[in-house]
């Protein structure tokens, strides 16, 4: 299980921290909180009170093995998990390792953006004959993701690849022009449910066919996620770490830190990082609360990398302004093992570093940040995976989305809807021509000397 010290957020060892009175007063009404944020229960913890999900997803194994290249088209919620889950759960070097290696499992790629460099460096490289698009969009009708799904087809259609093999859909269930062809020429498609907003769709089908196209054991992420839903939903402050975290931060958010930095000390951890990213900034910056008022509220979340943000952001966020809480991730088993050779013994700037293991040398520098942190008064906090494992993915995400969800509730928001998104996708199909945005284009046309 997820290991938490918060000790360098408090008063005890932070002078100008937090009173542990203070958050229980905060915490108080935790049974009320709780209780709004489950009832109803919200549609990604619902997902795991049974196994129907996985089972759909796992039927499509055999299928999926035909092919050596899995290349999932979508973006935000419906890309961001995949990424986490992929560089995470599977070796940083996965692609280009030999199929034997993969053990006849596929290569991923993420098409996300429309960015013709990114996207052509993808497709130019991959063997269309053995490669499968999964084309995620909730909404079905997302600008990139649509373009991206046409310049696939256009290059599938043109070798005479039929889109029934080579592509599935993961949409709404009925809404959306992707259900529309799905049903018009007999793609494959998987269900995202209704009550599961993008950002925290991760553990439905839109994460987890990639998974198990690259061998990820689907089921182990359900287990740690099941695990995180008792863990996380208990109603005791002293017990449940995501209530404590989502409390303190949102009481040095009260404070004025509106910025809450994740800084994982691992290369295979870092997109977890841009996972939460989306996830607590979609959710919780929002301008008006539940009654209609504006609030302008929410809390910047920022992404670091251990050891290499030492040497870019850790000035600032030692001596700059304080308004961050800086959430570390460390790891304590790596997996693999790397020593420093006994080389230049002799010089002392160099031979204490003989025989130390990396992944020691990496964890003494978090240590030393979080305290050079603390000892300047800066919040921080520690979260640690004793290994990297689907069961310790599949807990830290559900603690993330409980702590969003219980974070949305003191904030009194909507952390499910993203308002403030829309009125840009509505622009750009304005100014890309398309019909039934006229209006809108002539509207803002007039503004676009800005
Ligand atoms: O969290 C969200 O709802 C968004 O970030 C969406 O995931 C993103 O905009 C993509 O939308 P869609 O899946 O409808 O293409």
């Given amino acids: 299980m997820l290991k938490y010290d918060f000790s360098f957020a408090f008063k005890e060892t932070l002078e100008s921290g937090l009173s542990f ?55 935000g919620g419906s890309a961001l998990g995949n990424q986490a889950l992929h560089s995470s759960l599977n070796p940083l070097n996965w692609n280009n390792l030999s199929r034997e290696k993969r053990m006849k499992k596929a290569r991923i790629f993420v098409l996300d953006n429309v960015d013709p460099d990114m996207v052509s460096s993808i497709l130019g490289e991959l063997d269309l004959k053995t490669t499968v698009f999964n084309v995620i969009s909730k909404s079905g009708m997302t600008a990139e993701c649509m373009s991206n799904y046409l310049i696939a087809r256009g290059l599938l259609d043109k070798l005479g690849l039929p889109a029934s093999e080579h592509f599935i859909f993961t949409t709404d269930s009925e809404k959306g022009v992707l259900r529309e062809i799905a049903d018009r020429e007999k793609i494959r498609t998987l269900t995202i449910p209704d009550d599961v907003g993008g950002r925290f769709s991760v553990l439905t089908p839109v994460g987890l066919l990639s998974a198990l196209a690259e061998g990820i054991d689907i089921y182990g992420l359900y287990e740690g996620a099941r695990f995180g839903r008792e863990r996380y939903l208990r109603d005791n402050v002293k017990s449940n770490p995501a209530l404590v975290n989502a409390l303190i931060h949102y009481a040095y958010m009260k404070k004025g830190y509106n910025i809450s930095v994740m800084m994982p000390y691992s290369n295979r951890l870092y997109t977890l990082a841009d996972w939460y990213r989306q996830l607590w900034a979609e959710s919780l910056g929002k301008k008006f609360d539940l009654n209609g008022r504006i609030v302008h509220t929410g809390q910047t979340p920022i992404k670091a990398l251990g050891a290499i943000d030492q040497h870019s952001q850790v000035q600032l966020y030692n001596e700059g302004p304080k308004d961050k809480v800086i959430t570390f991730i460390k790891l304590e088993d790596f997996g693999n093992q790397l020593t420093v050779p006994f080389i230049h013994s002799d010089v002392e700037a160099l031979s204490y570093l003989n025989g130390v293991e990396l992944a020691e040398l990496l964890n003494a520098e978090l240590r030393g940040t979080s305290i050079a942190l603390a000892s300047n008064g800066i919040p921080n906090l520690t979260i640690t995976f004793p290994q990297i494992d689907a069961f310790h993915v599949g807990e830290f995400i559900v603690s993330y989305e409980i702590q969003t969800a219980i974070a949305g509730t003191l904030l009194r928001i909507n952390p499910y809807d993203q308002p403030g998104v829309e009125l840009g996708k509505k622009l750009t199909y304005a100014f ?6 006229e209006e809108i284009r002539d509207r803002y046309e007039e503004k676009t000397s800005w």
């Fill in 432 to 437: 890309m021509g398309r019909r039934g945005y």
């Fill in 21 to 75: 009175d203070e958050l229980l007063e905060m915490g108080k009404n935790t049974s009320t909180i709780l209780e709004r944020i489950n009832s109803p229960e919200p549609g990604f913890l619902r997902i795991l009170s049974n196994d129907s999900i996985l089972d759909e997803v796992k039927t499509l194994e055999d299928w999926l093995e035909n092919f050596e290249n899995f290349v999932v088209i979508g973006i």
